[in-house]
């Protein structure tokens, strides 16, 4: 790759007897890639984090663990007993006939008050899903930043490596054993320390990605909680009340 010929470049460049070989190493071999790590090591500690934060009074789940919980409070404190007939039997409209408008009209009193809870708990639900919405983007978005880079720098480092393998042989070949010596163990060595400081980076940053996991798998399912809650067990609801008022008319006329 063109990284690792610039590595290697610099490499012929740099006098490998002086005393200063090992400084110009660590200012290129033992730094390579620090830039793309230091940001990993960011986007590693944010992951964590996500996962640590994510029982938070104020996190996204928590806020719509709870506001799932009110919802369904809300909806199983009405009293449906004005409009509990049982299809199939002598249905509702046969049942509820001769009972009387108080149980309808208490209905619909109670349904005004629960109904105005329930939408302020709608709309806690809707910012709740848009805030997990926004942070399943912020994963993907990381978890691409981990994927990026880090394999193509060592990568890099592997072929740089192979380099100077090839080198170390070939002047042992024309029988300079000190320059070869060098480059395997002065060069090479610090090129391999370099590759697995990077591997055990990346070994973290793989257990970080996993955690994501977790934190991601969580927050897609409270996502589809909202969303049947919305589209199910509230069009129950609406729709129970939508009855009630239709039997309620019809014991008007």
């Known amino acids: 790759s063109h990284e690792a010929d610039e590595l290697a470049i610099t490499l012929n460049n740099t006098d490998l007897k002086s005393p200063s070989l090992l400084d110009t190493l660590e200012n290129t071999i033992s730094s390579y890639g620090s830039d793309t790590f230091n940001g990993i ?4 500690q944010r992951l964590l984090n996500m996962q640590e934060l994510e029982l938070a009074p104020d996190s996204p789940q928590t806020k719509a663990s709870q506001n799932l919980a009110e919802l369904r409070a809300q ?16 249905g509702i409209a046969k049942r509820l006939i001769g009972r009387g408008k108080s149980k309808i009209e208490k209905f619909f009193y109670q349904y005004a008050s629960v109904n105005r809870n329930i939408e302020g708990i709608s709309k806690k639900l809707k910012k709740s899903t848009d805030a997990l919405v926004m942070q399943q983007a912020e994963l993907v978005k990381l978890r691409e930043k981990l994927q990026e880079g880090m394999t193509e720098k060592i990568a890099v480092l592997q072929q740089f490596s192979d380099m100077v393998r090839a080198a170390a042989e070939e002047t042992r070949l024309e029988g300079d054993e000190e320059t070869a010596r060098i480059y395997t163990e002065k060069v090479l060595y610090v090129t391999e320390q370099r590759i697995s400081d990077l591997l055990t980076k990346l070994e973290i940053a793989g257990q970080a990605y996993l955690t994501s996991d977790v934190v991601s798998s969580n927050g897609k399912e409270l996502i589809r909680g ?13 729709m129970t009340a939508y009855i009630a008022r239709s039997l309620g008319m019809q014991e008007a006329v």
């Open 41 to 44: 090591d960011m986007v590693t």
């Open 75 to 90: 909806i199983n404190s009405l009293d449906y007993s004005a409009i509990d007939g049982t299809p199939g039997k002598r």
């Open 226 to 238: 909202i969303r049947r809650a919305e589209d199910t067990t509230l069009w129950a609801y609406k």
